[in-house]
């Protein structure tokens, strides 16, 4: 099953700076729980300033996330580009722009990936040893590192890998610069990651509220919910994954998942729903009232075509009986498409577009915890939130699917009193770049095992990490070459 909340009720923090790492992926990781760490991880330089990074990076491109006002959540504005130096220059006075983790766009890297597979002519050789060939492709795998995060890597400031987690494989680096004042906070919306996070906290201080994986079908997902996996990875309609991330084409890159049969997968579903919603009598309850909640909501169109899927038809006089009682789960989930795609213009407000891991609850619901609500019956059922903050000099630990919305505070008298006692930095760079909050996080490929020197029940996602970091290492190594020779 999937796992749920701390059985505590809260979110650990972790004191102990020296605690090895085989020791922290037991109690963190492999349980999939969340925890605050009192420290930040070696792989952050203590030099690197806001002051260094606009030296390294001030002149190069960035892509900052721009919203209409702030009223509007982060994570659904608009792209745009501009220098870091401009960026730093308005931040102060425009708080409606946000760095954020920004590679799409940034091109591609060529890895060579080996996957081994029987010859077509002969499947097993007289010895009775298989007959394996060996086929190299080039895969193109999304730069890692965007501006100024890239800058900071090549001048040292940053390493690619953690200490704390040094078997997980990275998906990208990223930092996020925003700022806020008189108290203000932006907020992120109500949303969860695919990938294993830790979040490095530099300058400000955060607030999270979070919601365990187990919580997402009363959540209300912007995409339609297929599964969570285990490790709390999470499915939707067209966009399914292995429990590590992988799709089909990884699939067949290494050959080692066999796709289930029809009749396997079936099961598979079945045993998913049994573990993630038992047979509690007021669960189903509640997912019939959704269903009859948004089914009011629906055109003239969209009714018939919900009918006509549940093969519902009318009498001779017109009339349509239909017992919302007894509708099974299974045909409430086969008609989701049909909600999405004919809802009443009055209502799409409730139901804009987001991204498929985003929450379409109202903020008002959000800002209350799991209620009573007649237009999302199931939010009750949530189990949380756990609401925590994070201060600047320490980091979080998350675990993919765990649901967060993320409030961010700009830099007050403490928490710059705090930075400057854990970072070493000058009084003089904490006024400089006031009521600014600034982070750095590591996406890992979530583990699907519980193994801290083997993570990954599949090798794809490390071998293309160790491909990747060699080619940027590489490429970190040339520039250095470059700058001493001309130093020199």
């Given at each position: 099953?999937?796992?749920?909340?701390?059985?505590?009720?809260?979110?650990?923090?972790?004191?102990?700076?020296?605690?090895?790492?085989?020791?922290?992926?037991?109690?963190?990781?492999?349980?999939?729980?969340?925890?605050?760490?009192?420290?930040?991880?070696?792989?952050?330089?203590?030099?690197?300033?806001?002051?260094?990074?606009?030296?390294?990076?001030?002149?190069?491109?960035?892509?900052?996330?721009?919203?209409?006002?702030?009223?509007?959540?982060?994570?659904?504005?608009?792209?745009?580009?501009?220098?870091?130096?401009?960026?730093?220059?308005?931040?102060?006075?425009?708080?409606?722009?946000?760095?954020?983790?920004?590679?799409?766009?940034?091109?591609?890297?060529?890895?060579?990936?080996?996957?081994?597979?029987?010859?077509?002519?002969?499947?097993?050789?007289?010895?009775?040893?298989?007959?394996?060939?060996?086929?190299?492709?080039?895969?193109?795998?999304?730069?890692?590192?965007?501006?100024?995060?890239?800058?900071?890597?090549?001048?040292?400031?940053?390493?690619?890998?953690?200490?704390?987690?040094?078997?997980?494989?990275?998906?990208?680096?990223?930092?996020?610069?925003?700022?806020?004042?008189?108290?203000?906070?932006?907020?992120?919306?109500?949303?969860?990651?695919?990938?294993?996070?830790?979040?490095?906290?530099?300058?400000?201080?955060?607030?999270?509220?979070?919601?365990?994986?187990?919580?997402?079908?009363?959540?209300?997902?912007?995409?339609?919910?297929?599964?969570?996996?285990?490790?709390?990875?999470?499915?939707?309609?067209?966009?399914?994954?292995?429990?590590?991330?992988?799709?089909?084409?990884?699939?067949?890159?290494?050959?080692?998942?066999q796709k289930p049969s029809q009749e396997e997968s079936s099961q598979r579903e079945d045993n998913s729903e049994n573990n993630n919603n038992g047979d509690d009598d007021s669960f189903l309850i509640a997912l019939r009232e959704d269903f009859v909640s948004r089914f009011h909501m629906l055109t003239e169109t969209g009714v018939g075509?919900?009918?006509?899927?549940?093969?519902?038809?009318?009498?001779?006089?017109?009339?349509?009986?239909?017992?919302?009682?007894?509708?099974?789960?299974?045909?409430?989930?086969?008609?989701?498409?049909?909600?999405?795609e004919h809802i009443q213009e009055e209502y799409a407000s409730t139901l804009v577009k987001k991204p498929l891991n985003h929450s379409i609850l109202p903020t008002e619901l959000v800002n209350k915890g799991p209620c009573e609500s007649d237009n999302f019956p199931l939010y009750k059922y949530a189990e949380g939130p756990l609401e925590?903050?994070?201060?600047?000099?320490?980091?979080?630990?998350?675990?993919?699917?765990?649901?967060?919305?993320?409030?961010?505070?700009?830099?007050?008298?403490?928490?710059?009193?705090?930075?400057?006692?854990?970072?070493?930095?000058?009084?003089?760079?904490?006024?400089?770049?006031?009521?600014?909050?600034?982070a750095i996080n590591y996406w890992f490929h979530p583990p699907d095992t519980q193994d801290y020197k083997q993570p990954y029940s599949n090798p794809f996602f490390p071998g293309i990490w160790t491909q990747v970091s060699q080619v940027l290492e590489e490429e970190r190594l040339a520039k250095e070459i470059t700058t001493n020779t001309?130093?020199?």
């Amino acid at each position: 099953p999937v796992l749920k909340m701390a059985a505590a009720g809260r979110v650990v923090c972790v004191e102990n700076e020296h605690l090895h790492q085989e020791e922290f992926f037991k109690r963190y990781v492999a349980t999939r729980q969340p925890c605050v760490l009192n420290w930040v991880d070696q792989a952050c330089s203590p030099s690197l300033t806001l002051s260094r990074l606009l030296s390294l990076a001030g002149k190069n491109q960035v892509v900052v996330e721009t919203r209409e006002n702030q009223e509007v959540n982060f994570g659904r504005g608009i792209a745009k580009s501009m220098t870091f130096e401009e960026f730093l220059e308005q931040l102060p006075n425009d708080r409606n722009l946000y760095l954020t983790a920004a590679t799409a766009g940034l091109g591609t890297i060529d890895i060579a990936t080996a996957s081994k597979k029987h010859a077509d002519d002969v499947a097993v050789n007289k010895d009775g040893t298989e007959n394996i060939k060996v086929q190299t492709e080039i895969v193109q795998v999304p730069q890692v590192l965007a501006s100024p995060t890239k800058e900071a890597y090549i001048s040292g400031d940053i390493k690619l890998q953690p200490q704390l987690l040094p078997t997980l494989a990275p998906s990208s680096v990223n930092m996020w610069i925003g700022a806020t004042g008189g108290g203000e906070c932006t907020s992120s919306g109500l949303h969860h990651d695919y990938h294993d996070n830790l979040y490095l906290l530099l300058r400000g201080r955060k607030r999270f509220r979070l919601y365990p994986p187990s919580s997402t079908a009363y959540l209300y997902p912007a995409g339609e919910l297929l599964k969570v996996h285990k490790n709390g990875r999470i499915n939707y309609a067209g966009a399914e994954t292995a429990a590590d991330g992988r799709v089909e084409d990884h699939h067949r890159n290494y050959d080692t998942m066999q796709k289930p049969s029809q009749e396997e997968s079936s099961q598979r579903e079945d045993n998913s729903e049994n573990n993630n919603n038992g047979d509690d009598d007021s669960f189903l309850i509640a997912l019939r009232e959704d269903f009859v909640s948004r089914f009011h909501m629906l055109t003239e169109t969209g009714v018939g075509l919900v009918l006509e899927a549940l093969g519902v038809s009318a009498t001779e006089t017109g009339e349509v009986t239909l017992d919302f009682g007894t509708i099974p789960v299974s045909d409430i989930k086969r008609v989701e498409p049909i909600f999405r795609e004919h809802i009443q213009e009055e209502y799409a407000s409730t139901l804009v577009k987001k991204p498929l891991n985003h929450s379409i609850l109202p903020t008002e619901l959000v800002n209350k915890g799991p209620c009573e609500s007649d237009n999302f019956p199931l939010y009750k059922y949530a189990e949380g939130p756990l609401e925590i903050e994070v201060h600047a000099g320490q980091m979080l630990y998350l675990p993919c699917g765990w649901w967060h919305e993320v409030l961010s505070y700009g830099e007050s008298t403490e928490d710059g009193e705090n930075l400057l006692k854990k970072r070493k930095m000058s009084g003089r760079e904490n006024k400089k770049h006031k009521n600014i909050h600034w982070a750095i996080n590591y996406w890992f490929h979530p583990p699907d095992t519980q193994d801290y020197k083997q993570p990954y029940s599949n090798p794809f996602f490390p071998g293309i990490w160790t491909q990747v970091s060699q080619v940027l290492e590489e490429e970190r190594l040339a520039k250095e070459i470059t700058t001493n020779t001309k130093v020199d």
